[in-house]
């Protein structure tokens, strides 16, 4: 079983300032990795997949990097509708769907 | 409009049984992998169990549920079901259905409530 582990669990920022989310896998999961945003009483929504790829309508300021074990998900400027929760989804081991425990980004 | 619209949710007792669906338009049903995905309380996402496309589609299970659940789908009522048999109190949650095609695309349901208490 692949466990994703995203660090840190909460971060506190505030509009405009760049956040970097962390998300390490427990083995190579290659560019099979997607990263969601949820909000509060909403399903969660696909930013990233394939690592760096942003899925359809989502704004150019969220960036996907990564490849094997290590990947990052980078907000360049916050808006106040980014403050949500993220979380990390690897593909490898398709159709085990694992999730990281999520980043808490919060004003 | 995509739509995937879940129902069955509610409250059981442990060991009880329950049988959740969701009802899926605007896209061609036949040819999406379809998922349950649930979420505890505060808790994070939790893959619960996959049905391939196709002629002959295959099953996919969480150790967490094998054995106690079975996931299911009519192509020509456009459903996915999830039938829980052996309800335990660590089930509770709310019960995401997922549909994937591609991996730069899925469509999520809203949600359905499972309440596992005595």
């Known amino acids: 079983e692949i466990v994703l582990t995203q660090t840190p669990a909460t971060v506190s920022l505030s509009p405009g300032e760049r956040a970097t989310l962390s998300c390490r896998a427990s083995q190579s999961v290659s560019s099979y990795l997607a990263w969601y945003q949820q909000k509060p009483g909403q399903a969660p929504r696909l930013l990233i997949y394939d690592a760096s790829n942003r899925a359809t309508g989502i704004p150019a300021r969220f960036s996907g990097s990564g490849s094997g074990t290590d990947f990052t998900l980078t907000i360049s400027s916050l808006e106040p509708e980014d403050f949500a929760v993220y979380y990390c989804?690897?593909?490898?081991?398709?159709?085990?769907?694992?999730f990281g425990g999520g980043t808490k980004v919060e004003i | 409009e995509v739509q995937l619209v879940e129902s069955g949710g509610g409250l059981v007792k442990p060991g009880g049984s329950l049988r959740l669906s969701c009802a899926a338009s605007?896209?061609?049903?036949?040819?999406?992998?379809m998922h349950w995905v649930r979420q505890a309380p505060g808790k994070g996402l939790e893959w619960v169990s996959t049905i391939t496309s196709g002629i002959s589609p295959s099953t996919h299970y969480a150790d967490s549920v094998k054995g106690r659940f079975t996931i299911s789908r009519d192509n020509a009522n456009k459903s996915l079901f999830l039938q829980m048999n052996s309800l335990r109190v660590e089930d509770a949650a709310v019960y995401y259905c997922?549909?994937?095609?591609?991996?730069?695309?899925?469509?999520w349901g809203q949600g359905t409530l499972v309440t596992v208490s005595s």
């Open positions: 997922l549909g994937t095609y591609s991996s730069s695309s899925d469509y």
């Open positions: 989804q690897q593909r490898r081991n398709w159709p085990q769907l694992t």
């Open positions: 605007g896209f061609i049903f036949s040819t999406y992998n």
